[in-house]
């Protein structure tokens, strides 16, 4: 079955430890996206890369870091820099429409953090 | 600046049709987008808009007007299952970077 995955589901850190998620698909989508959630809240863009070895910083980028040396891996670290980490991280990927078709991103079942 | 504007909440009782609204100041984009969201779950698609009008699948319809910057999804034969966040979004051209609605709670009531 194609999708995406996210380990682990859920992920304890201690105040000024950096923590890698992962983030893997197999759908063959040439972009993929960072979200960050907090409760009763909406999707912050946290980073999306384009293309492999290519991504853009997003709205809430400061404290994060990202690499795409793999088309089917995008993984996101949550840096000691990053104030107020405890949210809900959703990954997803980009099913591109033509100029009149669906334009499509498929979640991830999220990571959710939680510092101590 | 780019912003998509939704009601925060709205409440149904089962049966009920509802529309949750999408209004939005963004200088252009490829088509408007509906997420479904569950709590504790990651987002679904639901429906697509590429052209201005109404897009029907199943018990979902959404509605797209450009000159009018509005859109909607329109639920019909509310079910408890409905109960959820949604959300629209567009991706403006020329770049790969999303925009999500500030989300729309839906509450059905037995």
């Known amino acids: 079955d194609g999708g995406i995955t996210q380990s682990p589901k859920y992920l304890f850190r201690k105040e000024g430890q950096n923590v890698t998620l992962s983030c893997e698909q197999n759908l063959n989508h040439d972009a993929m996206y960072w979200y960050r959630q907090d409760p009763g809240q909406g999707l912050r863009l946290i980073y999306y890369?384009?293309?492999?070895?290519?991504?853009q910083k997003g709205d809430i980028a400061e404290g994060y870091s990202v690499s795409r040396e793999k088309k089917e891996s995008f993984p996101l670290t949550v840096t000691s820099a990053q104030k107020n980490p405890t949210a809900f991280y959703l990954c997803?990927?980009?099913?591109?429409?033509?100029?009149?078709?669906?334009?499509?991103?498929?979640f991830g079942p999220g990571t959710r953090l939680t510092v101590l | 600046g780019q912003s998509l504007e939704q009601p925060s909440e709205v409440t149904a009782v089962e049966g009920a049709i509802v529309q949750i609204n999408c209004t939005y100041q963004?200088?252009?984009?490829?088509?408007l987008s509906w997420y479904q969201q569950h709590d504790g779950g990651a987002p679904t698609f639901l429906s697509y808009n590429a052209l201005d009008g109404l897009e029907e699948t199943g018990r979902f319809s959404s509605f797209l007007s450009r000159s009018d910057s509005y859109g909607y999804l329109l639920l019909q034969e509310l079910q408890m299952k409905d109960s959820a966040s949604y959300f629209c979004a567009v991706r403006p051209p020329g770049t790969y970077k999303y925009i999500f609605g500030t989300g729309t709670r839906l509450k059905v009531l037995a």
């Open positions: 997803a990927s980009l099913k591109q429409a033509g100029r009149a078709g669906t334009d499509t991103q498929y």
């Open positions: 890369s384009q293309i492999v070895n290519d991504f």
């Open positions: 963004t200088s252009g984009f490829y088509g």
